[in-house]
């Protein structure tokens, strides 16, 4: 089968999925829409998967533009002739592909697009039950992203559903690295955030519940990864707290090297108002890491508090604070987590097992539009 993978960016989980289907008995070109910013990954391109270049894909992609972008896609489609389209996000690379008229149309979901930006306006939601009903399979990681999808009227005999999950032989168990006792924090409780320091991800929260936190537990530490538009208001916060000799600053981590960073934390939290499975989150569980999170769907479907750590109301920096102040009270309860949680993992976030599911969704996709076009 032919498979015209097209993406909105180039993302590490856009290099795993690249990098499974290669490795697959599918023949693999990848179509990049726009480029937005730093890039997030510097692995290439696998060897085996062709890059297809078009209109787009080197600067970032405007609403203006949407009529040569369509143009554009469907002479790419005409060259390329793919079996199946798989695409994402909804309301951008599934949707222009929706545009051009292409079937089967398989629609990945980010989690995000709909529970969030399917919302944001009047012409965000109009793009998103456009797409939807021009979608043969839609793929999801969540129950939560199912459940808006019926919202739109997608049926739920077209959905695929499946976390994208981890490598759990990268992401496991084991010591803390040497650089702990570098950084003097043998014996401190560290806490690890990683995601974007963009509103969304509530990196503000965790800041303020830190800081709350530690005025009652000094032992407390946080590591800070990752970077974005809030940076100067996360460090203004620190620094009138006096908590900056706490923190860690790590920026932007490797995918190679993320498995010590959980290592070296107790405890992975992320605040995150909105978020499908989220894959940092798999990844703290792969490594036996209990995690404090938003109490929000799709991470109800991961952490059952007590059991694999806890959930907090979102956007609560009060209810968090307290949350941290109970981990690090309750060493023996961590103890029993760790075996909790990457138990979970193995039983739920397996990437080789779970791939497979994408490979069923094009073939399910191939089948209903050949079902139509016998019915015509």
């Known amino acids: 089968m032919r498979v015209l993978y097209f993406t909105r960016d180039y993302t590490p989980h856009d290099h795993r999925f690249l990098t499974a289907l290669a490795d697959s008995e599918h023949t693999v070109s990848f179509l990049r829409l726009e480029r937005r910013g730093m890039q997030r990954e510097d692995r290439p391109i696998p060897a085996a998967v062709q890059q297809i270049h ?3 894909g080197d600067r970032p992609a405007r609403w203006q533009e949407g009529l040569r972008l369509v143009s554009s896609l469907r ?8 079996d199946v389209v798989h695409a994402g996000s909804v309301q951008t690379a599934a949707f222009l592909t929706a545009a051009a008229g292409f079937h089967p149309l398989v629609s990945m979901s980010w989690g995000s697009d709909l529970l969030k930006d399917a919302d944001r306006s009047r012409a965000w939601r109009w793009a998103t039950q456009f797409t939807l009903r021009r979608t043969d399979v ?3 990681d969540c129950q939560a992203v199912a459940d808006r999808a019926a919202e739109f009227g997608f049926p739920r005999e077209r959905m ?10 990268r992401f496991s168990p084991g010591e803390a ?7 003097g924090w043998e014996d401190a409780f560290v806490l690890l955030s990683l995601r974007a320091w963009e509103p969304l991800y509530g990196v503000d929260v965790v800041v303020r519940a830190f800081c709350r936190a530690a005025r009652e537990v000094p032992e407390l530490r946080l590591v800070l990864l990752g970077g974005g538009s809030q940076a100067a208001e996360l460090r203004r916060l620190l620094e009138q707290a006096g908590m900056t000799e706490r ?10 090297h993320l498995a010590e960073f959980y290592r070296l934390a107790d405890v992975y939290v992320s605040a995150a108002y909105s978020d499908g499975s989220s894959v940092s989150l798999m990844e703290a569980l792969a490594c036996g890491r209990p995690s404090v999170v938003t109490d929000i769907p799709s991470n109800a479907e991961w952490v059952q508090t007590g059991e694999h750590g806890w959930r907090f109301p979102a956007g609560d920096a009060e209810a968090l604070a307290a949350v941290m102040v109970r981990a690090a009270q309750d060493r023996a309860a961590l103890a029993r987590m760790r075996s909790a949680t990457r138990r979970l993992a193995e039983e739920r976030a397996d ?21 139509r076009r016998a019915e015509r």
């Open 54 to 56: 078009w209109y787009g």
């Open 75 to 82: 002479q790419v489609l005409r060259r390329v002739q793919p």
């Open 138 to 140: 839609l793929v999801g």
């Open 160 to 169: 695929v559903l499946f976390p994208w999950g981890v490598d759990l032989t």
């Open 177 to 183: 690295p040497a650089q702990r006792a570098r950084m």
């Open 247 to 256: 923190v860690w600053f790590g920026g932007q981590v490797s995918n190679a």
């Open 351 to 371: 990437w080789k097992k779970n791939f497979q599911k994408l490979l069923a969704a094009y073939d399910l996709a191939v089948q209903t539009q050949a079902k």
